[in-house]
């Protein structure tokens, strides 16, 4: 396994990231509990999650990650991100990043996850009509107390992560150290202006949907039903992106790994990048992710995946102006 530093953090992190948003509405909690082993035995130390998943509003997900710490014992060998933001109730203030939203959601996530503190502790949205100095201020109290160690943000546009690492600098406090965007050889509109703004304010990226919603696992040679869902907007994309992917799986085959790999690793070469969070429904689509590490590109093999896939042009301005 490799490791790298999160951002300009001293916290040291694997380059695949463990996603646990299957655990519980589609990997059972036994099953759940030995992809974490497995994670731990590969050298995966960093792990991903949220209040929301499991999507009923009990954090079941959590739950889930909490009982294995208990049974397992090994709290200490894992970097824990979870996520606040999301709804987990039915009042007008069971949600967002007001501080009272985060005061309580960070209790219950602490005692879902049977720990007393959260490694980091990621916005998992933008709220524009709260201020930052009522953020940063209920963070600084949770770090105060030795609850959250660290602060990330999820979905942020550029300028979003310069105000708030504007806002947390005025402050002197540390600010974010990481941003989880979307990120794959087929949405690369982070290259933009997120990624520089990531690399300016000293973030490290980690890419969510790393393949794309499976689009980038494979999906022509497995057929139809390997489309993650086969709902009707990954069919549209699909269908949209075919010639592309087509494309990819054949130069995939060429370089002899599989596409989800190639996928992957691509990720890992691209400046800014932490590590991608793959989300394995099983321990043996964990294991064949591993993979991913071994591979190392030769620039006309990224060249051509910039001709398959090509991406905004480079970062704002110059990709839409002189």
């Known amino acids: ?12 992190v694997s380059r695949l990231v463990l996603g646990t948003m299957n655990f519980g509405p589609v990997t059972t909690e036994e099953d759940s509990h030995q992809i974490m082993d497995q994670a ?30 208990a049974a397992s014992g090994r709290r200490e060998d894992v970097v824990l991100a979870t996520k606040v933001y999301g709804s987990m109730g039915d009042g007008p203030n069971s949600e967002g990043l007001s501080a009272k939203h985060i005061r309580r959601q960070v209790e219950a996530s602490l005692k879902r996850l049977q720990t007393d503190y959260i490694d980091l502790y990621q916005f998992h949205h933008v709220q524009r009509n709260t201020p930052w100095d009522e953020i940063w201020q209920a963070m600084e109290i949770l770090v105060q107390q ?22 947390a600098a005025s402050r002197h406090f540390l600010g974010l150290v990481s941003e989880q965007s979307i990120y794959n050889l087929l949405n690369r509109n982070v290259e933009l202006e997120v990624l520089p703004a990531a690399r300016n304010y000293g973030l490290g990226v980690i890419p969510w949907s790393p393949l794309a919603g499976g689009l980038l696992g494979g999906v022509l040679a497995k057929g139809k039903g390997a489309v993650r869902g086969a709902d009707d907007y990954r069919q549209g994309l699909l269908a949209q992106n075919r010639e592309k992917i087509k494309a990819f799986e054949a130069f995939s085959k060429e370089l002899g790994h599989h596409p989800a790999n190639v996928g992957l690793a691509w990720l890992l070469a691209q400046d800014g990048v932490t590590g991608p969070i793959v989300g394995p429904r099983t321990v043996e689509q964990l294991t064949a992710s591993l993979d991913a590490l071994k591979i190392r590109f030769k620039k006309a093999d990224l060249a051509k995946l910039d001709e398959i896939f090509p991406g905004p042009g480079g970062p704002a301005p110059e990709a839409y102006a002189w």
């Open 1 to 12: 396994m490799e490791y790298t530093y999160l951002g300009r953090s001293g916290l040291k």
């Open 40 to 69: 731990l035995e590969s050298g995966i130390n960093f792990f991903d999650t949220a209040n929301v998943y499991g999507w009923d509003k009990k954090g079941t997900t959590e739950s889930i990650i909490g009982n294995w710490f």
């Open 146 to 167: 030795g609850k959250v160690l660290y602060v990330g943000s999820s979905n942020f546009a550029g300028w979003h992560i310069a105000q708030a690492s504007e806002a």
